[in-house]
């Protein structure tokens, strides 16, 4: 009778990486920080490095030629209250975030729900729509300064339809150089809500339409109670991103009126530029970037907060 012999399992072996590399194994959590190193040193050198530092410059009264800098405290922002510049500033920046934010969403909201059908040529109608959002508005505004012009389309516009009454020097006005620059920041700023409320229009439910016709809800009852409560996030979004915009805003006041005419049309973004790089106040100058800086960052907590809250 043969006995039965005991054989070893056959030993397997591991296929090789296919990089030919053995693979890498946690060590700890030191191997995070060192995947994490190259871009927390690009964040510090070109983003904390420069804000700290223009934080220590608001504080300073330096020309930006001279080697000293001599410490002044609050000198700078003390200035700042009394600066009549920057009371035009910030009363332009509220007036431009009220016509900026209310008028974009309204405008963008409409020309979802109108694109949101089964429209002929309707992706060539929404890429027509968006397309202004991503021109530069430094470009913007300079054509749109042509336009504006004593001798430009706008008032030919107006002689050719018999309302030439009406023409006007649009940015050398000081009460209409301020609307004068809101038509291309609405025209421009339409897009991107367009964009985001037709893709919150689209992930609503068709069921609760179909229900609330058979209920018998009109149009309105369905935009009230099933459309415009189904965008809520939508609408935070827009409105956060919004107030931040509109504390940065720049491009298109400096290439239409560069402030003017009389500083009538200053915003803090503008008045902060020509106090640096025209007045060689670096100092007072960094002390406006700091204040649109921490107004951005006031402004923009609520919104990161409820992002971070909503990745939960």
């Known amino acids: 009778m043969a006995r039965d012999t005991l054989q070893a399992p056959p030993v397997v072996s591991r296929p090789a990486h296919p990089?030919?590399?053995?693979?890498?194994?946690?060590?700890?959590?030191?191997?995070g920080w060192a995947f994490a190193a190259p871009a927390l040193i690009v964040y510090v050198a070109f983003l904390v490095y420069p804000a700290l530092n223009s934080a220590y410059l608001s504080f300073t009264n330096w020309n930006g030629l001279s080697p000293t800098k001599a410490f002044v405290g609050f000198q700078?922002?003390?200035?700042?209250?009394?600066?009549?510049?920057?009371?035009?500033?910030?009363?332009?920046?509220l007036f431009w975030a009220l016509v900026t934010i209310v008028v974009p969403l309204v405008l963008g909201l409409a020309l979802a729900l109108a694109?949101?059908?089964?429209?002929?040529?309707?992706?060539?109608?929404?890429?027509?729509?968006?397309?202004?959002?991503v021109?530069?508005?430094v470009g913007v505004g300079v054509i749109w300064g042509w336009l504006f012009q004593p001798d430009?389309?706008?008032?030919?516009?107006?002689h050719d339809i018999g309302l030439g009454s009406l023409q006007h020097a649009w940015l050398g006005d000081s009460t209409t150089a301020i609307w004068a620059i809101?038509?291309?920041?609405?025209?421009?700023?339409?897009?991107?809500?367009?964009?985001?409320?037709?893709?919150?229009?689209?992930?609503?439910?068709?069921?609760?339409?179909?229900?609330?016709?058979?209920d018998?809800?009109?149009?309105?009852?369905?935009?009230?109670?099933?459309t415009f409560p189904s965008l809520r996030t939508t609408h935070y979004i827009l409105i956060a991103l919004s107030l931040i915009e509109t504390a940065r805003v720049f491009d298109l006041v400096y290439a239409m009126t560069s402030g003017g005419p009389g500083n009538s049309t200053q915003v803090l973004?503008?008045?902060?530029?020509f106090n640096v790089f025209q007045g060689y106040r670096f100092g007072y100058g960094t002390a406006i970037a700091v204040v649109i800086a921490f107004i951005s960052i006031l402004v923009g907590i609520p919104y990161v907060r409820s992002q971070a809250r909503d990745l939960r």
């Open 19 to 31: 990089s030919g590399w053995p693979k890498l194994r946690a060590r700890g959590p030191l191997t």
């Open 76 to 93: 700078n922002y003390i200035a700042l209250v009394h600066d009549s510049v920057v009371h035009t500033a910030v009363r332009n920046n």
């Open 115 to 133: 694109v949101n059908t089964h429209l002929y040529l309707r992706s060539f109608i929404r890429t027509v729509l968006y397309m202004p959002a």
């Open 135 to 137: 021109l530069p508005l």
């Open 152 to 158: 430009g389309v706008v008032n030919a516009l107006l």
């Open 182 to 214: 809101m038509v291309p920041a609405i025209w421009v700023r339409t897009g991107f809500p367009m964009l985001l409320y037709l893709a919150a229009l689209q992930g609503i439910p068709a069921e609760y339409y179909e229900a609330a016709r058979v």
């Open 216 to 226: 018998g809800a009109g149009r309105w009852q369905r935009f009230r109670h099933i």
């Open 269 to 273: 973004g503008t008045w902060m530029y």
